[in-house]
């Protein structure tokens, strides 16, 4: 099983980007998927999660309203499109699988996934 994170690269602020999560080897539509970001210095923070089902989604609030996640069943990948972006959102962005579904309270805990593949580096500057 493997994940690979690819799509970031440099971008304005304001300007969009869609980051996407290849689930290689992975039964589809069994594993929750978060997206989690770091920058140096920093510990890795939860950005937005989506349940097996698609019922379920979660983001940070700093986030809400830019963000978006989403799956592709026949394509068995995870994407986040992200718009409006800011500085602030310059970050190595992962992607992580998890079989356990979680809950609004333990999406963003990073020790709660199993799965993490390599990061891709979205850098938002002018």
């Known amino acids: 099983v493997q994940l690979q994170a690819y799509g970031g690269g440099l971008v304005q602020p304001g300007g969009s980007v869609r980051l996407g999560c290849p689930l290689c080897g992975f039964p589809r539509g069994n594993y929750t998927i978060g997206w989690f970001r770091q920058t140096p210095g920093n510990e890795r923070e939860g950005v937005s999660y989506i349940s097996r089902s698609t019922s379920d989604t979660y983001y940070t609030d700093f986030v809400k309203g830019r963000f978006t996640i989403s799956r592709d069943y026949a394509k068995n990948t995870v994407y986040l499109q992200m718009n409006s972006l800011k500085p602030e959102d310059t970050a190595v962005y992962y992607c992580?699988?998890?079989?356990?579904?979680?809950?609004?309270?333990?999406?963003?805990?990073?020790?709660?996934?199993?799965?993490w593949g390599q990061g891709t580096l979205v850098t938002v500057s002018s």
């Open positions: 992580a699988a998890d079989r356990v579904p979680k809950s609004g309270s333990t999406w963003d805990v990073s020790d709660a996934y199993d799965y």
